[in-house]
């Protein structure tokens, strides 16, 4: 019996920061995440960048779901450290923070994110036009988060006019 609350205790945390479908994080845990992060960084002196992912899949069918879990699936793997986080962010986007990572540190990332996807498209196993909007900023007291989640979308768009598996990278700086 004890086991058994232990377990449901266990499945319900889980499920509160959890997105049902893909089973990576929900966009307010990655919030929650990103606000300590945003207040660390600004301690250390150092950098993070904020990542958002159209994957334009529309989850009309089961197949077009898969894939989905199949495209949050690679960008996870594709961060090798335990202090990066993806997840879903909406219907069809995923976001990613890298915390304590430069501009060159991000296109690294972002490279791998792409060398993997066209492997996955060569093996037939996944096509998709991934489109990606990048923000890399140094916190400060005086540069409001919200500022930096507009400026991610904003690349995003741009990145989308740029055409399939596009990304466009930001750096901002108060001056």
């Known amino acids: 019996m004890v086991i058994w609350r232990a ?3 266990f499945s319900f945390q889980n499920a509160s920061f959890r997105d049902t479908e893909t089973g990576l994080y929900n966009q307010a845990y990655f919030m ?5 992060e945003w207040h660390r960084l600004i301690r250390d002196n150092d950098s993070l960048s904020i990542l958002l992912f159209n994957t ?12 989905l879990i199949q495209v949050g699936n690679i960008l996870t793997e594709q961060t090798l450290r335990s202090t990066d986080i993806t997840c879903r962010f909406n219907e069809h986007c995923f976001a990613m923070g890298l915390f304590g990572l430069d501009t060159e540190g991000t ?8 060398n993997a ?8 196993l996944l096509h998709c036009n991934l489109s990606i909007g990048a923000v890399n900023v140094k916190p400060e007291l005086t ?6 989640f507009e400026k991610t979308i904003t690349a995003l768009h741009y990145a989308e006019q740029s055409g399939v598996n ?10």
């Open 117 to 124: 996807l066209l492997e996955q498209e060569k093996l037939g």
């Open 56 to 67: 334009h899949i529309r989850t009309t069918s089961e197949t077009e779901k898969a894939k």
């Open 166 to 175: 596009a990304y466009q990278l930001e750096t901002y700086t108060i001056h």
């Open 7 to 9: 377990l449901m205790i």
């Open 32 to 36: 929650e995440i990103f606000n300590r």
């Open 143 to 148: 540069i409001e988060p919200g500022v930096i």
């Open 107 to 114: 296109k690294v990332i972002v490279s791998r994110i792409q």
